[in-house]
């Protein structure tokens, strides 16, 4: 058990840090966002449908150039906040955890449509007809009857945060103590080719990824067990 | 007394055509609404509901639920509802889907009294039978007393037995919750049964009938 005292683990805290700041403030914003595109019929759907996929598809680097691009001193944003409050987003931990929102938000979307979308329609029709508002509805009937994909989407958002590598590189660079994540800290060990070191991070991040990996399916097969044995 | 003139346009396998009803209905009648599929008789209820739009004027017993200038939220209509795959809420028990209409324990007790389903009060209604599932739907539908009871085929998913023993049932509600009651059908023994009016939905239209003409042709 050597290595652990040979482990620096800031970065895997700062990791941590960041990815539950993300998932909580994903969950408020998605949430109803996710909730309102599963029920609307409107024709700018499959527009703000493509605009929260581009995470997906972009390049990290494109994402996080174009990040870096809003939150620096030169754009209105960025010069906003640093006049008035005195806050720098660029190279700063706040400025990873927007970027992280941003990244992260398909992830936490998706899920919680298609899991809204696959609840019988009648369901919560039948909410409406005994007078309980959308919000009720949300609550007390929707959400609870989600719980797969509710947890799908905070442990990926949440697994996904920790892995994310190319968006912190570009908006937070290499900070330690401050912006160096487990992933770039991994990288850093690589470029001074301490690979050893590199080894460790890089099978703690392995292990923590298959272990929430096989929770989520673990979960997900015993939730259809538990509805099959009923049908 | 239930006053309806509304227009529909419907998109069917065979093309859009418009449903046009205009037509009352008395206070205290049971219709039963018949007609081939794809007809309109489902959209029809909806529409009364507030679940989907129609062009029209909906009274129900002088209060405006529709007009060209408002249109009453379907939270505020005050409907019964009571779907074919009965729409409980799967994360709550038999009572909780009672108690979260409102929360009068004692016309909680009586409804599951009537449907003979107080045994099952805590269960969750994911393990209940299809036809106990019906029960707790209807017994849901009427907490909130409502002066209209839409029922879009409620029976159809049950085996004859418990359909002959909830039709009873609901004749039975009917009478003493003292409602309107507007019911999907494709049985005609259900409609013979419970019916004091018949509707046929067909070509775009409603002809009405009264129960005679239903066991005169039947």
Known sequence: MEWLAYIEWTPFWLSFKLAALTVTILFVVALP????????????????????????????????FYMLLLLSHNSLLGHFLEESFNIKLAFSFTGLVIASCFYSFPFMVQPLQSGFESLNQHMIEASYLIGKSSHMTLWKVALPNIKPSLLTAVIISFAHTVGEFGVVLMVGGNIPHQTRVASVAIYDLVEVMDYEKANIYAGVLLLFSFTILVLVYWFNYRHKLRVGTVL | MLKIEIEKVLHGSNGSMTLSVNTTVNKGDFVVIMGESGAGKSTLLRCLAGLEKAYGNIVV???????????????????????????????????ENLLFVNTNKSLAEELLEIMEIRGLSERNVQ????????????ARALMRRPKLLLMDE???????????????????????????????????????????????????????????????IY
């Open chain 2, 127 to 138: 393990f209940l039978s299809g036809g106990q599932k019906q029960r707790v739907a209807l």
């Open chain 1, 33 to 64: 966002f996710a909730w309102w595109l599963s029920q609307s019929h409107s024709r700018f759907k499959p527009i703000l449908e493509a605009i929260t996929a581009l995470p997906i598809v972009l390049p990290p680097s494109v994402l996080g």
């Open chain 2, 61 to 95: 017993e002088g209060e405006v639920w529709q007009d060209g200038s408002k249109t009453l939220s379907i939270q505020k209509r005050n409907v019964g509802f009571v779907f074919q795959d009965y729409a409980l809420f799967d994360n709550m028990s038999v009572k």
């Open chain 2, 154 to 216: 409620p029976l159809s998913a049950l085996d004859p037995r418990m359909r002959h023993k909830l039709s009873q049932k609901i004749k039975e509600l009917h009478k003493r919750f003292d409602m309107t009651t507007l019911m999907v059908s494709h049985d005609v023994t259900e409609a013979k049964n419970l019916a004091s009016k018949v509707w046929f939905v067909e070509s775009g239209g409603v002809k009405e009938y009264d129960k005679v003409y239903l066991e005169e």
